[in-house]
């Protein structure tokens, strides 16, 4: 198995164009409103190929993506050289990230904390976003509780068949240790200028592990990490998150370094 997101990068826009990032963006957009952040720097963790950054850019941020892979970041700055914009990319870990100074706030979508298994590590993660915000900074992240992994993805397996390309997500929950291991089989089509690859697929594979923390689990990370924790919401809402949705926003604040 390859690392996560290697052969997956090339590929990831194609397959996740079932999530609408315009109305992440917005849903985003107007919690940082609701905060008084309508411009300035703002951080994303776990960018990825540059969807929600480059949005953020167009909406008059100043965006630093960061993510630990270069292929994902390689597809960024392609957008971002196509957009015009001046989204600054980084490759970094999220759990030793270095900024220049403060921002105004740290963003983090796509359950990206989750792929933090170890909660020290996320807490360390939480305390570097303590310490690279502004003064009463925002802080705002998704994640899938371990009722998400558990109940609804359990022992799946997704599989989809396109012209290009063709996929297999098998999923599998380690309830001793809240670990989901998420085995994805690539298969892309191959061509070249004599049709000598036509119809011809290579096979690539990747495991990608995520953690299943519970909300009081994020609850007390943030606690745990000098952040001021904000608010709770089942995604896409203003409704007090519980142990069962399948996504919750947390906003935590600046709390002092």
């Given at each position: 198995?390859?690392?996560?997101?290697?052969?997956?990068?090339?590929?990831?826009?194609?397959?996740?164009?079932?999530?609408?990032y315009d109305?992440?963006?917005?849903?985003?957009?107007?919690?940082?409103?609701?905060?008084?952040?309508?411009?300035?720097?703002?951080?994303?963790?776990?960018?990825?190929?540059?969807?929600?950054?480059?949005?953020?850019?167009?909406?008059?941020?100043?965006?630093?993506?960061?993510?630990?892979?270069?292929?994902?970041?390689?597809?960024?700055?392609?957008?971002?050289?196509?957009?015009?914009?001046?989204?600054?990319?980084?490759?970094?870990?999220?759990?030793?990230?270095?900024?220049?100074?403060?921002?105004?706030?740290?963003?983090?979508?796509?359950?990206?904390?989750?792929?933090?298994?170890?909660?020290?590590?996320?807490?360390?993660?939480?305390?570097?976003?303590?310490?690279?915000?502004?003064?009463?900074?925002?802080?705002?992240?998704?994640?899938?509780?371990?009722?998400?992994?558990?109940?609804?993805?359990?022992?799946?397996?997704?599989?989809?068949?396109?012209?290009?390309?063709?996929?297999?997500?098998?999923?599998?929950?380690?309830?001793?240790?809240?670990?989901?291991?998420?085995?994805?089989?690539l298969f892309?089509?191959?061509?070249?200028?004599?049709?000598?690859?036509?119809?011809?697929?290579?096979?690539?594979?990747?495991?990608?592990?995520?953690?299943?923390?519970?909300?009081?689990?994020?609850?007390?990370?943030?606690?745990?990490?000098?952040?001021?924790?904000?608010?709770?919401?089942?995604?896409?809402?203003?409704?007090?998150?519980?142990?069962?949705?399948?996504?919750?926003?947390?906003?935590?604040?600046?709390?002092?370094?």
């Open positions: 198995m390859q690392e996560a997101y290697s052969n997956f990068a090339t590929c990831y826009d194609q397959l996740m164009d079932n999530i609408p109305e992440w963006f917005h849903y985003l957009h107007e919690l940082l409103k609701e905060y008084k952040i309508k411009d300035g720097i703002v951080a994303e963790l776990g960018c990825g190929t540059g969807n929600i950054t480059e949005l953020m850019a167009r909406a008059g941020y100043d965006m630093i993506g960061i993510d630990n892979s270069d292929a994902m970041l390689d597809i960024a700055n392609q957008k971002k050289s196509e957009n015009k914009s001046s989204s600054l990319y980084l490759l970094q870990d999220m759990r030793e990230f270095e900024l220049y100074g403060t921002v105004k706030a740290v963003i983090s979508l796509c359950d990206s904390v989750n792929y933090v298994t170890d909660s020290d590590d996320l807490l360390q993660v939480f305390k570097l976003v303590n310490n690279y915000l502004d003064p009463k900074g925002i802080f705002i992240f998704d994640f899938h509780p371990r009722y998400y992994y558990k109940e609804i993805v359990a022992d799946a397996t997704i599989a989809e068949d396109r012209d290009e390309i063709s996929f297999i997500w098998d999923n599998y929950y380690d309830e001793d240790e809240d670990i989901n291991e998420l085995a994805l089989s892309v089509r191959e061509s070249d200028e004599d049709n000598i690859g036509d119809g011809l697929y290579r096979k690539y594979e990747e495991l990608h592990l995520q953690r299943g923390y519970t909300l009081e689990e994020m609850k007390q990370l943030i606690l745990d990490s000098g952040l001021e924790l904000v608010a709770c919401y089942d995604a896409f809402t203003k409704t007090e998150a519980t142990e069962e949705c399948e996504r919750i926003y947390i906003i935590a604040r600046e709390n002092g370094k």
